[in-house]
């Protein structure tokens, strides 16, 4: 059994989805960011970094892991499945997974920060950002063009690439133009254990639209949390709120 630390967003989807597609069996840990759960000194003892995801394996004696990537590949390993054994495949999924942890959760983390968060409208980061998203997008999609998944069979790459990119509208990009892209957003969406994953728990992205009232108050405590420097973070949450790598 695996105990799953997590909230609604990208990186703590991409463990829900992970545990769906390998059909391990888990239990749902929702911590409340707002509340700072992710800060409370029984948490710190899983991940010091004091944030989410993280899981505890205890079929192997309690065993901690925390960092998304990090966990993908753990779970990956367990269950045999997502993540290739030949060393060229395996090197094709770990470098679309470093290509999500390094470029498209930040970038796209940083578009949501001064595209919905910042108190300010600072125009030259906003372009800047949602500018740079708008190119980790047309490598994927040029990447893509004749292929269905991103290294070859459906891996960990696509899931964790997936999580993120699905929220674009979030962050104030367009995938318009890019046709290959687009449809391998569809392609993952239409797998039954992603479907479930992103009710690990339920999405919210997806349906806030910018002048509803939850759009509101999700942008509210994203602020609050901003402006009180408790946690200030380092942008790269899909949420606004901390949520880790």
Do not use: C
């Amino acid at each position: 059994m695996i105990d799953l630390y997590t909230a609604a967003t990208p990186n703590g989807h991409k463990i829900s989805i992970a545990l769906e597609e390998l059909a391990l069996p888990y239990a749902l840990h929702v911590l409340d960011l707002a509340a700072l759960e992710q800060k409370q000194p029984w948490y710190l003892a899983i991940n010091p970094n004091g944030r989410i995801p993280a899981i505890i394996d205890r079929e192997a004696g309690g065993f901690a892991v925390f960092e998304s990537g990090a966990i993908l590949i753990y779970l990956a390993e367990k269950a045999g499945r997502l993540l290739p054994e030949d060393a060229q495949a395996r090197s094709r999924v770990m470098q679309w997974l470093m290509f999500q942890m390094g470029g498209v959760g930040p970038m796209m983390g940083q578009a949501n920060v001064f595209h919905r968060y910042f108190p300010e409208r600072i125009p030259a980061a906003i372009d800047r950002y949602q500018g740079e998203v708008r190119r980790l997008f047309e490598v994927l999609d040029k990447h893509l063009a004749g292929r269905d998944y991103l290294a070859g069979d459906y891996s960990i790459a696509d899931i964790a690439n997936w999580a993120w990119v699905r929220t674009y509208r979030w962050s104030g990009v367009s995938v318009d133009g890019l046709p290959h892209l687009r449809a391998w957003l569809d392609r993952i969406r239409a797998r039954p254990a992603v479907q479930r994953g992103i009710e690990r728990p339920p999405s919210a992205i997806d349906s806030r639209q910018e002048g509803g009232d939850a759009a509101r108050r999700f942008i509210d405590g994203a602020r609050n949390m901003m402006e009180t420097g408790r946690p200030r973070g380092d942008g790269r949450s899909g949420s606004g709120q901390e949520e880790g790598a």
